[in-house]
Each structure stands twice: as C-alpha cells, then as structure tokens.
T-cell receptor, first 110, second 115 residues
Framework: DAKTTQPNSMESNEEEPVHLPCNHS???????IHWYRQLPSQGPEYVIH???SNVNNRMASLAIAEDRKSSTLILHRATLRDAAVYYC???????????FGKGTKLTVNP | DTGVSQDPRHKITKRGQNVTFRCDPI?????LYWYRQTLGQGPEFLTY????????KSRLLSDRFSAERPKGSFSTLEIQRTEQGDSAMYLC?????????????FGSGTRLTVV
C-alpha cells in the first residue's frame, strides 16, 4: 500500500507558484522521497527526489520537513503543460520499486 | 537513446484470447518493472527484473500472467485467457540498479481492451 497521503486535486493559475503537499508519517530513515508526474495518455515522468535536504532541479524544488514526515513539491511558475497528476512516493528497498497512490491532480488555469 | 519503448500502443482482444506485450528498456538499465494502471488510479506494481532474473512478483499477478526478460534486455508480459478485468494500461519502466536515485524511465504504455 502507498505510504503517502496527498490531496486529490489542486488548482493553480498560470505563472503562479504551486505548492503540492505530501504526508508520509511512517517514513523510515532510509526511504527516499520521489515525485513523479503523469500527463494524460502518457507514462509517469520523474520529477525530483530527496532524502533529507531540500533539492532543486530544472523542473521543480522539493522541500522536506525537518522530521521528514512531510514534503512539498514546488513548481515555481506553473504553465499549462504542468497540468498533470503528481505522485509522491517513498522508494522501497531493496527492490527500489515505487508504490504509487492516487496522486494529486493539478489543474492550471490560463 | 530513445527511452523505453512499448509495443503495441493499443490492443483490443476478445475475452479468452492470449495477448503478449513487449518492452524495450534503456539499453544500459539493468532493472525493468511492469505496472498496471486502471482509470483514475495510480500505477500498480506487477513484477520486476534485475538483468534476466525475476526478483519479485505482486500478488496481483495471477497465474494467467507471465513475464520474461531473456538475456536481460527486452521483456515480454503475456496474459493468458484474458478477462474483462484485465482491461488496463500496462506500463513498463527501467532503471539502473546503481543509479536508482536518478529515477525510473517509463514507457508510454500498452492500453489493453478486452471485449
């Protein structure tokens, strides 16, 4: 079963920042937090991952709470192409398989 | 490299028929995963391979499902005696064991419709 909790849906306006929350209260010390997104009719796409420290890449930023029981994916300026389902996942060892929940459907308004 | 390829993109079959899907991972990736996704749900893990060895199978994978990865390259997923409940998107992903934290690369999936 998925070990994360996310809101079912969120809305944003184009060119505004978006903060997508995720709770993972049962996270263990070695679990990595991964975020993927899935556009309609496509397979999921890797966005970002982290362990303890905040992370930035060209797509997004990941802010991880000090106790690691929650995290937030930050899209700095949403575009219409960011409309997708965003999944927050704890990567399991040793198979490293990803257990997906239902994710958050992000709608971006023009 | 063109990423993870899945073939066919769409498959319509009659109930009771057998179907086979193919996945070609990124060439240097030694891990390959199969997932199934139904409408409105996140992908569900089915099975994974490290090289040619099948290391884990989900309880979702009934006896009618079989997966292979000969020579540790491409993989096939076969469903025998298909049922309407098998209708779903079947996704393949690959990763490198030593670089798993760079994420998985998913294919675009094979959409199966059982009529």
């Amino acid at each position: 079963d998925a070990k994360t909790t996310q809101p079912n849906s969120m809305e944003s306006n184009e060119e505004e920042p978006v903060h997508l929350p995720c709770n993972h209260s049962t996270i263990s010390g070695t679990d990595y937090i991964h975020w993927y997104r899935q556009l309609p009719s496509q397979g999921p796409e890797y966005v970002i991952h982290g362990l303890t420290s905040n992370v930035n890449n060209r797509m997004a930023s990941l802010a991880i709470a000090e106790d690691r029981k929650s995290s937030t994916l930050i899209l700095h300026r949403a575009t219409l192409r960011d409309a997708a389902v965003y999944y927050c996942i704890l990567r399991e060892d040793p198979s490293e398989k990803l257990v997906f929940g239902k994710g958050t459907k992000l709608t971006v308004n023009p | 490299d063109t990423g993870v390829s899945q073939d066919p993109r769409h498959k319509i079959t009659k109930r009771g028929q057998n179907v086979t899907f193919r996945c070609d991972p990124i060439s240097e990736h030694n891990r390959l995963y199969w997932y199934r996704q139904t409408l409105g749900q996140g992908p569900e893990f089915l099975t994974y391979f490290q090289n040619e060895a099948q290391l884990e199978k989900s309880r979702l994978l009934s006896d009618r499902f079989s997966a292979e990865r000969p020579k540790g390259s491409f993989s096939t997923l076969e469903i025998q005696r298909t049922e309407q409940g098998d209708s779903a998107m079947y996704l393949c992903a690959s990763s490198h064991r030593d670089r798993a934290n760079y994420g998985y690369t998913f294919g675009s999936g094979t959409r199966l419709t059982v009529v």
